[in-house]
């Protein structure tokens, strides 16, 4: 079973790679800087010297000594030399070489003495010099045998004296500071990492209690998450899990309810077809049998219903929102829902009307448009007296459906209740056998479409259902058939 990485260690891991860039951006930044200041430092050395050394050369020159000159300027250089031996070998040593392995003939400094004319008055000039190049401040870098030389020119009373030098003491003063950052930063990064894991541990325990709480909670216990020593950032967690919990209550309580009521609302039935069945074993003539046979069948109807119609609930609430399979004409669909209901209608000598001259296509999932509809006519008509109508009317771009019937109507207490699952009212219980599930159904359907189911009483008596479709969800059918014209080529 593969197990992702925990977050502690996810974010230890993450602020390691943090540390390290940020070492090796730091590292790189300062040694730019040593770089920099290096090189400024070293230049005004090399400059110092020089003008030094040109002092001395011209007041040997004047007394015509160029010997002295010669000597000072090879003295100078040899120091110059030696010093710079060091720090160029210094990075041989730290792996222990002998001191005959090193390199001691190498030249790593030149120093001249030219005259206005540029000739070469004592000194040796640097290979590749190239007095022409343009000045900066009286410094030239010359690239020469594979290395950086950096030249300082000073001039005087038609006297010019160069000192040149290998960067190595700069690359020296890089290298090393560099390896000393490196190890310092080597050194800490373990320290701070155990540091930042403690830290870690510790940030994390109220996820560990909180773990601890709900893996010791049993199965039916969905009472909310406590807030207490919670840190903030998991706040919104927590309250979308109570959140969650609480819906899953609210759910849990309505399927126990409509287990209970489905139970207690197929009980009766059950009871007659039991007690029918002994009637039919103790029957002493066909007419008790054909009797007996009715109420059989009656409560055979009657549990029939009862179970399509939970069935239909059981659909309806398995679905998150009604897939949209396109869009249906209203008038043929009432038509085919009125047809389905006739038979109902002609046998209690009703008269079913749908009145609207607007010929509308509504958008959704037909087989639940016409499960609605049909649960809201077959209502009308079940309850009704002489008719029912059908209308539509449209404001403000929003269309309404409603069913009107003239029957007894709801007590007004009671409409609240009237599409809750198994409510009936008390007019409806004494006057027609029903489940209280027709209307349920109908605001499911309309939920699962965007609709909305509402009903109120009529004032010349009986009841009016009203379905609310948005705009969005209904067309008027020449406003379809203009639109297919407007996208027709001439």
């Known amino acids: 079973m593969h197990h992702s990485l925990s977050l502690a260690r996810r974010l230890l891991l993450i602020l390691a790679a943090a540390m390290l860039v940020a070492l090796v951006v730091t590292v790189y930044s300062l040694l730019e800087y040593v770089d920099k200041e290096a090189e400024e430092v070293l230049d005004a050395r090399l400059t110092l010297t020089a003008e030094n050394l040109l002092r001395q050369a011209r007041r040997y020159v004047r007394e015509g ?16 030399n030696a010093w710079l ?16 392995d090193r390199k001691t003939d190498e030249v790593r400094s030149y120093i001249w003495l030219t005259s206005g004319d540029e000739q070469v008055v004592v000194g040796e000039v640097l290979p590749g010099y190239d007095a022409h190049h343009p000045l900066s401040q009286g410094l030239r870098t010359v690239h020469h045998d594979g290395a950086e030389w950096r030249v300082a020119e000073v001039h005087e009373d038609g006297f010019h004296l160069h000192v040149a030098q290998r960067d190595d003491l700069r690359a020296y003063l890089v290298r090393e500071i560099g390896w000393k950052l490196m ?39 969905l009472q909310p998450v406590r807030l207490e020593q919670v840190p903030g950032e998991i706040v919104p967690l927590i309250k979308s899990i109570n959140e969650l919990l609480d819906r899953l209550r609210v759910t849990l309580e309505g399927e126990r309810s409509f287990t209970a009521d489905a139970a207690h609302e197929l009980r009766s039935p059950l009871a007659v077809v039991r007690n029918v069945a002994r009637i039919m074993s103790r029957a002493g003539n066909l007419a008790e049998v054909h009797q007996a046979s009715d109420l059989l069948d009656k409560s055979a109807v009657r549990m029939a219903d009862l179970l399509s119609q939970l069935l239909h609930l059981s659909r309806l609430d398995s679905l998150v929102h009604a897939e949209a399979s396109g869009s249906v004409s209203l008038r043929e669909l009432m038509r085919e829902v009125v ?10 000598g009703m008269r079913v009307a749908y009145l609207s001259e607007d010929e509308i296509t509504v958008v959704g999932d037909n087989e639940l448009l016409r499960l609605m ?56 219980k004494q006057k027609v056998e029903g489940s209280g599930l027709g209307l349920s159904i109908v605001r499911r359907v309309a939920e699962l479409h965007g609709f909305d189911a509402s009903a109120a009483n009529r004032a010349a008596g009986g009841l009016v259902v009203s379905v609310k479709i948005p705009r969005q969800s209904w067309q008027h059918i020449h406003d379809e058939d203009e639109s297919a014209r407007a996208a027709m080529p001439d």
């Open 373 to 428: 509809f049909r649960n809201l006519i077959g209502n009308a008509v079940k309850y009704g007296r002489e008719e029912v109508e059908i209308r539509t009317r449209i404001r403000e771009g929003v269309l309404f459906v409603e069913i009107l019937d003239d029957g007894p109507g709801v007590a007004e207490a009671e409409l609240p209740h009237l599409f809750a699952r198994f409510f009936r009212s008390q007019l409806a």
């Open 85 to 100: 031996e060091k720090f160029a070998n210094a990075d041989r040593l730290m792996f222990g070489e002998d001191d005959h």
């Open 183 to 221: 190890e310092k930063q080597l050194i800490a990064i373990p320290v701070i990492i155990f540091v930042l894991w403690l830290g870690i541990r510790r940030g994390l325990k109220p996820l560990s209690r909180l773990s601890d709480q709900v893996a010791s909670r049993k199965p039916d216990n």
């Open 65 to 80: 000594n160029l010997n002295e000159v010669w000597l000072t300027l090879e003295t100078v250089r040899g120091l110059e």
């Open 339 to 348: 047809g389905e209901l006739l038979p109902l209608a002609s046998e209690k």
